[in-house]
């Protein structure tokens, strides 16, 4: 239901978020930071994978 999208994108903002911060760290030169960071947002994003196993979640990924 529309319940679950926006927890779907909720989740996926949070992690795309934390993606930008590890690319903010990654450019700042704090590596060991960024790579810590890059490992949450990747794990952030199996979560939200994991979530849409059925066909129309895939569909939302594709058109987010």
Known sequence: GGN???SFRFLLTL???KA????T???GGHVEEA????????????L???R???ED????????
């Open 4 to 6: 679950n999208t926006r």
């Open 15 to 17: 992690a795309l978020r």
């Open 20 to 23: 930008q911060t590890a690319v």
């Open 25 to 27: 760290l990654d450019n």
């Open 35 to 46: 790579i810590r960071t890059y490992r949450e947002a990747i794990s952030m994003l199996g």
């Open 48 to 50: 939200v994978l994991n």
């Open 52 to 54: 849409t196993n059925e």
């Open 57 to 64: 979640g895939r569909q939302r990924l594709l058109h987010f």
